[in-house]
């Protein structure tokens, strides 16, 4: 028999100051991809420093059939703990767990923690809209795809969920209201150019690029929300180079203008990527509008070798 689910997306910061992207992703993907009569959610964000207890207390207050975790290294400790608790103030409730910090282990997790019901791996805008909808419907589970479960006493592990599909954008109403002049995230492209053996960001598919269009919008949109800083969540912000030049004078050419003078723009960058055409561009630009964050796996060949990551030391 079908019935309507409300699911809650909760993220869980290391920080007030930070804010969540994933859970709006997710919401967006609800969205998009289920039936509104059928399925509604909304989004609760919260800090590692809130005690366990007030966090319980909000996640219950919202009276939610499902309530979905994004687990990363700073929050996933807090988060099992709450999962334990809400199974144990409410039985019904069912547990979904996501993120970079369980996607890889799902089964070990599944086995050790009683209280969770499903693990999504992958990219998870359309999975968690079809799990919510087999859950409303009242279908089993073969049609999401990146899912994890347990099946009687037997443990089912899917696959990381990939796609080449451009993600529907998270910056809702409700988003903007939530933000509150938060740093804000900005996500322009979608997987990583690079396969290093000891990072989860190169497992899901080959990265792809938003449009130019949406990524200035929402550039736009971002810097008029009342955020002073503003990071782009690309892997490689100039694995594209002659993209991410367009981007850079974007900005500059709007700024002081539909751009507010305070905000700046935080990326990470590839060093030995950067042409001389965009050095020159950022040497140009005013004092704090952009913040560049270059990460060096090593300075020594065979390590760069062994974990499968090219970089011209020498530039």
């Not at 899912?147 to 006493?153: F, H, Q, T």
């Amino acid at each position: 028999m079908k019935k309507p689910i409300r699911a809650v997306i909760c993220g869980i910061n290391s920080q007030y100051i930070h804010s969540s992207l994933a859970p709006w992703c997710l919401l967006a993907g609800i969205r998009e991809y289920a039936d509104p009569q059928m399925v509604s959610a909304s989004v609760l964000e919260g800090t590692i420093n809130e005690t366990d207890d007030v966090l319980l207390e909000r996640l219950l207050a919202a009276k939610a059939d499902v309530i979905g975790f994004c687990c990363y290294i700073w929050n996933v400790p807090t988060v099992l703990r709450l999962c334990v608790l809400l199974k144990q103030k409410n039985p019904d409730i069912r547990i979904v767990l996501g993120g970079p910090e369980v996607a890889y282990r799902t089964a070990d997790l599944l086995q050790a923690t009683p209280a969770v019901d499903y693990v999504l791996s992958g990219e998870g805008e359309l999975p968690f809209a079809q799990l919510l909808t087999a859950l409303a419907d009242n279908n089993d589970l073969g049609s999401v795809s990146g899912i994890s479960y347990r099946d009687g006493g037997k443990i089912v592990a899917g696959e990381p969920y990939v796609t080449d599909d451009v993600p529907p954008s998270p910056y809702c109403e409700e988003y903007f209201k939530a933000l509150q002049g938060r740093i804000a995230y900005l996500e322009t492209s979608r997987g990583c150019p690079f396969s290093c053996a000891f990072c989860l960001s190169g497992r899901c598919g080959n990265v792809r690029y938003f449009t130019l269009e949406r990524a200035q919008q929402d550039i736009l949109k971002l810097a008029q929300s009342g955020a002073k800083t503003i990071k782009f969540v690309d892997r490689t912000f100039n694995a594209n180079r002659a993209r991410a030049l367009e981007l850079i004078r974007f900005i500059l050419t709007h700024y002081g203008r539909e751009i507010p003078t305070d905000v700046c723009f935080h990326f990470e960058i590839a060093g030995d990527l950067l042409d001389e055409e965009t050095i020159t561009v950022l040497s140009e630009a005013p004092a704090g509008l952009f913040l560049t964050e270059i990460g060096v796996q090593s300075f020594h060949a065979p390590t760069l070798s062994a974990i499968a990551r090219k970089t011209d030391m020498e530039r």
